[in-house]
């Protein structure tokens, strides 16, 4: 899908996902045999180009953060090619997947369990640069004290401790060590889901600043569809570990294709109280990723279902230049990955 869909625009991807597949086993008894699989995320295909940020949004337990952990290589696929830069990094070891590491980082929800608090804020940023840079310990200071200021922080505030600092300036901190290495990508998995509002938006528009000024890359995950719209340049709509659209944001919100993503805009408030909006209140609960229901995965929730969608699994579709959806009501052409 990814391919065919960028030669459509004709542009190139720093990031290339097809097809990516990740299963966790369930294990039972006492010799822990496998009884069943977590279908965390199935088939799913994205793609994301140089100095851009594609928002992945979705109920929780959809598969999102999983997908973020997968294209850092923190856990192992069940299937699918991750290519970084044109080359596979899906499958290869520790040693050679080094090299890459230094460009692909993240940005974790919690700013405070994703900071070492035995280590002060000096240490936690100068680590990664320790890790793939050979620099004096002087020159090592006057780069995290540069990356303080980027961020918002003050080098006097080095020397404190995780714990000394509010959440606003915990993930300022964590953004911080994210651009250490002088990274290419970063996955920022909910990372201001966790703070007060009038804070989400200086950090919102602080990671926009950077991607302004060092030409990032950001695969966003939220579940704030108003955040995602912020921030975002196209997205990506999930649902139980499927991709069913995706396109340019300003699409997005102005003509969504797909029935899961009337439903999730339909939710957000609008600023104006006077504005009149229909709201879509689906049916039932998620069913459970270890036992998916066949055909569409949406079917049991969706209003405008049809037989055909309990039978057959809809294939991602072009309906416009740039718009994939997934859903047997929408004509377009079929994409599929080379």
């Known amino acids: 899908m990814t391919a065919t869909a960028r030669r459509a625009n004709g542009t190139g991807a720093l990031l290339n996902v097809e097809h990516l597949t990740k299963h966790y086993p369930i294990r039972k008894g006492v010799f822990s045999r496998v009884s069943g699989q977590v279908h965390a995320v199935d088939d799913v295909s994205f793609w994301v180009e140089e100095g851009e940020t594609l928002g992945l949004v979705g109920e929780s337990g959809c598969g999102k953060s999983t997908t973020g952990k997968a294209v850092l290589r923190l856990t192992d696929v069940t299937s699918g090619a991750i290519s970084w830069r044109g080359q596979r990094i899906d499958a290869l070891p520790a040693r050679e997947m080094r090299a890459h590491r230094r460009e692909l980082q993240a940005v974790f929800q919690d700013p405070y369990s994703s900071l070492n608090p035995r280590m002060r804020a000096e240490d936690i940023v100068a680590e990664p640069i320790r890790n793939f840079e050979d620099r004096s310990p002087a020159e090592i200071r006057e ?159 969706c209003p405008v279902a049809q037989e055909r969608c309990r039978i057959e699994a809809p294939a991602m579709r072009l309906t416009a230049p740039g718009h994939l959806v997934a859903c047997h009501l929408r004509d377009g052409e079929p994409v599929e990955a080379p």
């Open 143 to 301: 780069r995290v004290a540069s990356l303080f200021e980027r961020v918002g922080l003050r080098a006097d505030q080095m020397v404190k401790y995780p714990y000394e600092f509010s959440g606003g300036q915990r993930q300022r901190l964590g953004i911080a060590r994210a651009l250490a290495p002088n990274p290419r990508l970063i996955v920022c998995d909910e990372p201001v889901s966790a703070l007060d509002v009038s804070v989400q938006a200086q950090v919102i528009n602080l990671l926009m600043d950077l991607q302004d000024e060092l030409g990032l890359s950001y695969l966003f995950i939220a579940h704030d569809l108003a955040v995602v719209e912020h921030i975002s340049h196209r997205v990506a709509v999930m649902y139980l570990g499927k991709i069913v659209e995706i396109t340019d944001k300003r699409t997005l919100f102005a003509n969504p294709q797909h029935p899961y993503t009337e439903a999730l805009l339909s939710a957000v408030p609008l600023p104006d109280p006077k504005a009149a909006r229909k709201r879509i209140i689906l049916a039932g609960d998620v069913p459970s990723p270890v036992n998916p229901p066949a055909g569409c995965r949406f079917h049991t929730r």
